[in-house]
Nanobody, 115 residues
Framework: QVQLVESGGGLVQPGGSLRLSCAASGIIFRINAMGWYRQAPGKERELVAAITRGGGINYADSVKGRFTISRDNAKNTVYLQMNSLKPEDTAVYYC?????????WGQGTQVTVSS
C-alpha cells in the first residue's frame, strides 16, 4: 500500500503561480515514477507531468515551459511548480504513483485560475 497526501492548490489569478506537493508513505521502496494528473469538469483525467526516481521527466504539451515537476527522494515527495497559470489550467489535480499493476492516487486538490 502507498498513501499519498497532497497539499497546495487554491485560487489564483491568470498569470499567477502555485506549488503543489505530494508526500508518499507506505511501501515507498517500490516507488519509481511519481506524477501529477488533472481533471477538469466534463473532461477526462489527463497526465500533466511525471518524473522517475532517476530524474527522467515527461510533460503534457499544454504545460511545457510553464510547469516544473521535481522530487525529493529522501522525503518521498513530488512537487509541481505551476507558473503563468491560465484559466484552462483550472482542474482538480491528483498525485499518482504507479506500483506494479496498481495506480495509487492522492485525494485531489482544486486549482482554480480566475480573475
Amino acid at each position: 500500500q502507498v498513501q499519498l497526501v497532497e497539499s497546495g492548490g487554491g485560487l489564483v489569478q491568470p498569470g499567477g503561480s502555485l506549488r503543489l506537493s505530494c508526500a508518499a508513505s507506505g511501501i515507498i521502496f517500490r516507488i519509481n515514477a511519481m506524477g501529477w494528473y488533472r481533471q477538469a469538469p466534463g473532461k477526462e483525467r489527463e497526465l500533466v507531468a511525471a518524473i522517475t526516481r532517476g530524474g527522467g521527466i515527461n510533460y503534457a504539451d499544454s504545460v511545457k515551459g510553464r510547469f516544473t515537476i521535481s522530487r525529493d527522494n529522501a522525503k518521498n515527495t513530488v512537487y509541481l511548480q505551476m507558473n503563468s497559470l491560465k484559466p484552462e489550467d483550472t482542474a482538480v489535480y491528483y498525485c499518482n504513483v504507479p506500483v506494479g499493476a496498481v495506480d495509487y492516487w492522492g485525494q485531489g486538490t482544486q486549482v482554480t485560475v480566475s480573475s
